[in-house]
T-cell receptor, first 113, second 113 residues
Framework: GNSVTQMEGPVTLSEEAFLTINCTYT??????LFWYVQYPGEGLQLLLK?????DKGSNKGFEATYRKETTSFHLEKGSVQVSDSAVYFC????????????FGKGITLSVRP | DSGVTQTPKHLITATGQRVTLRCSPR?????VYWYQQSLDQGLQFLIQ???????AKGNILERFSAQQFPDLHSELNLSSLELGDSALYFC????????????FGPGTRLTVT
């Protein structure tokens, strides 16, 4: 089955710092890979995705590259803002008749002004 | 706003009781997913329906059941409630049963006292 390993949190950064959140996955086949974000008091939102090896997903200054050789999909942002404070979830998805997302535990990011 | 609606927003009930959570998917989406989010278990997939039929099952307890109606809205029924069932329950929808992207509702916070 699918599984996801995210780096341990929480993570606290100062505004404008560089962010990396590690994610590695185990999956049969060739999953699509997603990062979801959950802002305080809200549901999850799709942040970015990549559907095949070497694809780079990007949105709101965040980027992640699908690395098939290392089965990783690390999330990066060059300069974080206070508004980026949220919980971030990595999730592979094997598409098919019974596709379902497998979420990592999530990592809480707090950005200080 | 994802287009997915969930009611009620908050629910407080006693142990042993039964509750029903409701979800309306985005317009045009045929698939509905239910998730449970708690501090100790993280985000757990419960069950998926596609066009009225059960498509995939996750970590759903026997005390829990769900259905999707002809108008595509879905209900999650939780019975014989225990303190440990206190959690956020999210509904998500996608266009198809094997869609790349899921759109999450704002969640229902259930507190069992």
């Amino acid at each position: 089955g699918n599984s996801v390993t995210q780096m341990e949190g929480p993570v606290t950064l100062s505004e404008e710092a560089f962010l990396t959140i590690n994610c590695t996955y185990t999956a049969t086949g060739y999953p699509s890979l997603f990062w979801y974000v959950q802002y305080p008091g809200e549901g999850l939102q799709l942040l970015l995705k990549a559907t095949k090896a070497d694809d780079k997903g990007s949105n709101k200054g965040f980027e992640a590259t699908y690395r098939k050789e290392t089965t990783s999909f690390h999330l990066e942002k060059g300069s974080v803002q206070v508004s980026d404070s949220a919980v971030y979830f990595c999730a592979p998805l094997i598409t098919g008749a019974n596709s379902k997302l497998t979420f990592g535990k999530g990592i809480t990011l707090s950005v200080r002004p | 706003d994802s287009g997915v609606t969930q009611t009620p927003k908050h629910l407080i009930t006693a142990t042993g009781q039964r509750v029903t959570l409701r979800c309306s998917p985005r317009s045009g989406d045929l698939s509905v997913y239910w998730y449970q989010q708690s501090l100790d278990q993280g985000l757990q997939f419960l069950i998926q329906y596609y066009n009225g039929e059960e498509r995939a099952k996750g970590n759903i307890l026997e005390r829990f059941s769900a259905q999707q109606f002809p108008d595509l809205h879905s209900e999650l029924n939780l019975s014989s409630l225990e303190l440990g069932d206190s959690a956020l329950y999210f509904c998500a929808s996608s266009l198809s049963g094997s869609s790349y992207e899921q759109y999450f509702g704002p969640g229902t916070r259930l507190t069992v006292t």
